[in-house]
């Protein structure tokens, strides 16, 4: 697909959100990412599967920005090159990460990190900060929408959380801070099957023609409820097969072994 034929599934004349071109990521000597090419356009759901190792959580820390890899290749977001952009700037362009393992952060109050993180896309975007009661009216909304209890908030970030909790969170997250592009890395591994309705209702309510999701993931499951528009396969390093949905189903019998 070039720019010129862009348009998504919507028909609507677009242009390419993010336009990976031959990435390379190298990190302690390990080269992880081995020319891989990828082109997301506003609207589309692309889900990444594929063996342990094979560099699905590079991938997302070198999008969002991760210090410590050394990259080659280029990958540009919105028509301009992301690679000089530090993880903060990232975010303030609407590039959000849900981690495999959200980080616990003892001292760190919840609503307070959620207000901070999302007073500081505003001021970026040039928008007034909320205040407290502005934020917490907000917050408590999109909590019962994802069925958290109001006491997580006040709670510490993440500390003591179950699994599903701190997945949870990191939805509530990116339903707050409103990301163009939403990178969600196993955010289905460690939930059980409510928790999982929770969150691809989630996703689903928040898809809309103008952002766009990358999911990560190891299994079909998650994708019985988000449909993705593609699928890729990566292995090694590299993105070994595309296509659509049917493809996650069929992955789901037969493996990755014959694709490598
Ligand atoms: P996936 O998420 O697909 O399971 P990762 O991207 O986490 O895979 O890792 C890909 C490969 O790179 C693995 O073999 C992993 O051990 C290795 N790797 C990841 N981070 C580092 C690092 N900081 N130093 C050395 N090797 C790493
Ligand atoms: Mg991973």
Redesign the pocket.
């Known amino acids: 697909r070039s720019s010129k034929t862009c348009c998504n599934q919507f028909g609507r004349q677009c242009w390419i959100m993010l336009n990976i071109k031959n990435l390379e990521a190298t990190?302690?000597n390990?080269h992880?990412l081995r020319g891989l090419n990828l082109d997301i356009m506003p609207g589309e759901v692309h889900a990444i599967m594929?063996p342990?190792?094979?560099?699905?959580?590079?991938l997302a820390n070198v999008l969002s920005g991760k210090n410590g890899y050394e990259i080659k290749g280029d990958i540009s977001y919105n028509g301009k090159s992301l690679n000089e952009l530090s993880t903060e700037e990232r975010a303030q362009k609407g590039i959000f990460l849900a981690f495999q393992y959200p980080l616990e952060i003892p001292g760190v109050n919840t609503n307070i990190f959620l207000k901070t993180s999302l007073n500081a896309i505003r001021k970026a975007k040039g928008e007034k900060e909320l205040d407290t009661l502005t934020f917490l009216k907000l917050i408590k909304e999109k909590a019962l929408e994802l069925g958290i209890d109001e006491k997580f908030l006040s709670r510490q970030l993440n500390v003591g959380f179950s699994g599903g909790e701190k997945k949870k969170n990191e939805i509530l997250q990116m339903k707050l801070l409103q990301p163009k592009l939403s990178i969600l890395d196993e955010t289905d591994s460690g939930l059980d099957i409510d928790a999982l309705r929770i969150v691809a209702d989630g996703v689903n309510s928040y898809k809309n023609k103008d952002n766009a999701f990358l999911i990560i993931t190891h299994y079909q499951r998650l994708l019985d409820y988000i449909k993705p528009d593609f699928i890729h396969v990566l292995s090694k390093g590299k993105i070994v097969k595309t296509g659509n949905a049917e493809l996650g189903i069929e992955l789901e019998k037969t493996g990755y072994s014959n694709l490598a």
């Open positions: 990190i302690d390990k992880i594929g342990n190792g094979s560099g699905k959580s590079t």
